[in-house]
């Protein structure tokens, strides 16, 4: 079962009393309880109480390394609030590898369009993904102007292709890419 749309993460008290219920509702073993986030707001000890409540996977997403490239991902533009946004995920990232990888699935979703971010920076963004654990799930999603971005163009199949290899080139094993012809990896 996954928790998707919107944030879900933005109302905590909710979304822990929904794991838990999902929890108590579904007492099989093999249930999944994904949740589905920007990370931006999950610290450590809200990404131990959603542990604590019953989720087994979740899917954080980063977007980016530099604040500009946040920013023009996000259309976050506020003085201050793009680079600490930005840091929250990475330090959420780093978190969830450190303290759950082998016990959660945690599966790093990469935003990319070449007009909001270089394969430059997916590669640099690639390789500190690797360094926390070249076994890390990370999914590339081929951001499209349906996204809230009526100003860009869809990335091509084989630009795809280009962001898969760029990211394995960092270290990753475990790649997949989203594109319009469907997925493709890991391998």
Same mark, same amino acid.
């Given at each position: 079962?996954?928790?998707?749309?919107?944030?879900?993460?933005?109302?905590?008290?909710?979304?822990?009393?929904?794991?838990?219920?999902?929890?108590?509702?579904?007492?099989?073993?093999?249930?999944?309880?994904?949740?589905?986030?920007?990370?931006?707001?999950?610290?450590?000890?809200?990404?131990?109480?959603?542990?604590?409540?019953?989720?087994?996977?979740?899917?954080?997403?980063?977007?980016?390394?530099?604040?500009?490239?946040?920013?023009?991902?996000?259309?976050?533009?506020?003085?201050?609030?793009?680079?600490?946004?930005?840091?929250?995920?990475?330090? *959420?990232?780093?978190?969830? %590898?450190?303290?759950?990888?082998? +016990?959660?699935? !945690? #599966?790093? &979703?990469?935003?990319?369009?070449?007009?909001?971010?270089?394969?430059?920076?997916?590669?640099?963004?690639?390789?500190?993904?690797?360094?926390?654990?070249?076994?890390?799930?990370?999914?590339?999603?081929?951001?499209?102007?349906?996204?809230?971005?009526?100003?860009?163009?869809?990335?091509?199949?084989?630009?795809?292709?280009?962001?898969?290899?760029?990211?394995?080139? *960092?270290?990753?094993?475990? %790649?997949?890419?989203?594109?319009? +012809?469907?997925? !493709? #990896?890991? &391998?």
């Amino acid at each position: 079962m996954a928790i998707s749309g919107g944030e879900c993460t933005l109302n905590r008290r909710w979304l822990v009393h929904y794991l838990t219920e999902l929890r108590r509702l579904n007492r099989d073993d093999a249930a999944r309880l994904h949740v589905d986030t920007n990370a931006v707001i999950l610290t450590p000890d809200y990404i131990d109480e959603l542990v604590e409540a019953g989720m087994t996977d979740i899917g954080p997403d980063v977007k980016g390394l530099t604040t500009a490239t946040f920013m023009r991902i996000t259309n976050v533009h506020d003085a201050l609030m793009p680079s600490k946004l930005l840091e929250t995920e990475w330090n *959420a990232v780093r978190y969830l %590898v450190d303290r759950y990888f082998g +016990r959660i699935f !945690i #599966g790093v &979703g990469i935003t990319y369009n070449p007009s909001l971010i270089s394969l430059d920076e997916i590669h640099r963004m690639g390789l500190k993904l690797a360094n926390m654990e070249p076994g890390l799930q990370v999914c590339a999603l081929d951001y499209r102007p349906e996204f809230r971005r009526q100003d860009i163009k869809k990335p091509s199949f084989s630009e795809m292709v280009q962001v898969k290899r760029v990211l394995e080139d *960092a270290g990753l094993r475990c %790649v997949i890419c989203q594109t319009e +012809r469907g997925h !493709i #990896g890991p &391998g």
